[in-house]
Antibody
Framework: QVQLQESGPGLVKPSGTLSLTCAVS?????????WNWVRQSPGKGLEWIGE???????TYNPSLRSRVTISLDKSKNQFSLKLSSLTAADTAVYYC??????????????WGQGTTVTVSS | DIRMTQSPSSLSASVGDRVTITCRAS??????LNWYQQKPGKAPNLLIY???SLQSGDPARFTGSGSGTDFTLTISSLQSEDFATYFC?????????FGQGTRLEIK
């Protein structure tokens, strides 16, 4: 059974860069799935950030594209999120999630527990 | 971006009630529609995918229907563990957008 676990700093400074990692256990990051980041804040609800495939192919939310980088490390079976030029609006709970392909019906069937990130000086 | 609008935003009901939550997409998404349940302090949990398919392990009292732009999630007989927030999500095209959520509360 695949499990995901986020890690990273809980407090980051405005204008800084957020770096989070999602460790994948119970399965391979090279499987036929997409690996996603989603965030949730009271003001904006659930917001999809972007995703990466094991080939390295990425898709980002256009609203964040200029500030986001998602990468993966197959040797460690994990993937990562970097979000730059942070403001208070980036304060949220950040989740990693697996996007599964059920005959082209994509869905996020496995989620990490979430990590709270606060942007504040 | 495809906008997802849920109604109602909140709902009060009793154990045993039948409840329906609706989700409308701003453009057609055929059946690329998922429903999630989220409890306080927890990650969303997949309930329904492809508009009508029940995720393995989830109770059969949850049913999904709809296609095109209009979708519903029905809980046939509410149980105490069903009081939570429910979200719809479209995966027809990126960015994959979510509804604003429907909070289901105990009456």
């Amino acid at each position: 059974q695949v499990q995901l676990q986020e890690s990273g700093p809980g407090l980051v400074k405005p204008s800084g860069t957020l770096s989070l990692t999602c460790a994948v256990s119970g399965g391979s990051i090279s499987s036929n799935n997409w690996w996603n980041w989603v965030r949730q804040s009271p003001g904006k609800g659930l917001e999809w950030i972007g995703e990466i495939y094991h080939s390295g192919s990425t898709t980002y939310n256009p609203s964040l594209r200029s500030r986001v980088t998602i990468s993966l490390d197959k040797s460690k079976n994990q993937f990562s999120l970097k979000l730059s030029s942070l403001t208070a609006a980036d304060t949220a709970v950040y989740y990693c999630a697996r996007k599964r392909d059920n005959n082209y019906y994509y869905n996020m069937d496995v989620w990490g527990q979430g990590t709270t990130v606060t942007v504040s000086s | 971006d495809i906008r997802m609008t849920q109604s109602p935003s909140s709902l009060s009901a009793s154990v045993g009630d039948r409840v329906t939550i609706t989700c409308r997409a701003s453009q057609t998404i055929t059946t690329y529609l998922n429903w999630y349940q989220q409890k306080p302090g927890k990650a969303p949990n997949l309930l329904i995918y492809g508009a009508v398919s029940l995720q393995s392990g989830d109770p059969a009292r949850f049913t999904g229907s709809g296609s095109g732009t209009d979708f519903t999630l029905t809980i046939s007989s509410l149980q105490s563990e069903d009081f939570a927030t429910y979200f719809c999500q479209q995966t027809s095209s990126a960015p994959y957008t979510f509804g604003q959520g429907t909070r289901l509360e105990i009456k």
